[in-house]
């Protein structure tokens, strides 16, 4: 299994760009593809983005399309997303998660498809 640990979060104004970080302990990083989840007080974790294994493709919710990028360095054993152009509706706690299956081709975005999670980073958005 995967351990993560995510950081970089913080309070930004809206309209401003936080990056957050997760790294990742195990070496079998580099075989799992990779995502990031949040979840605001009150409502259900998330689906934001994805990376696969190889870092050659990404997945997004249209809710931050356009304005979010997720990237992954697997000589570092780090994932990325980088949060541009942010909202006050961008507030949650954002976990990065690996898939539980190596070496995946098919996109997932429910959490069931997530075996290891970090501890989650809060990112908070004000008007």
């Known amino acids: 299994q995967v351990q993560l640990v995510e950081s970089g979060g913080g309070l930004v104004q809206a309209g401003g760009s936080l990056r957050l970080s997760c790294a990742a302990s195990?070496?079998?990083?580099?075989?799992?593809?990779m995502g990031w989840f949040r979840q605001a007080p009150g409502k259900e974790r998330e689906f934001v983005a994805t990376?696969?294994?190889?870092?050659?493709?990404?997945h997004y919710a249209d809710s931050v399309k356009g304005r979010f990028t997720i990237s992954r360095d697997n000589a570092k054993n780090t994932v990325y997303l980088q949060m541009n152009s942010l909202k006050p509706e961008d507030t949650a706690v954002y976990y990065c998660?690996?898939?539980?299956?190596?070496?995946?081709?098919?996109?997932?975005?429910?959490?069931?498809?997530?075996?290891?999670w970090g501890q989650g980073t809060q990112v908070t958005v004000s008007s």
């Open positions: 195990g070496r079998t990083f580099s075989s799992h593809a």
């Open positions: 990376i696969s294994w190889s870092g050659g493709s990404t």
């Open positions: 998660a690996a898939e539980t299956s190596p070496w995946t081709i098919v996109v997932h975005t429910s959490t069931s498809d997530f075996g290891s």
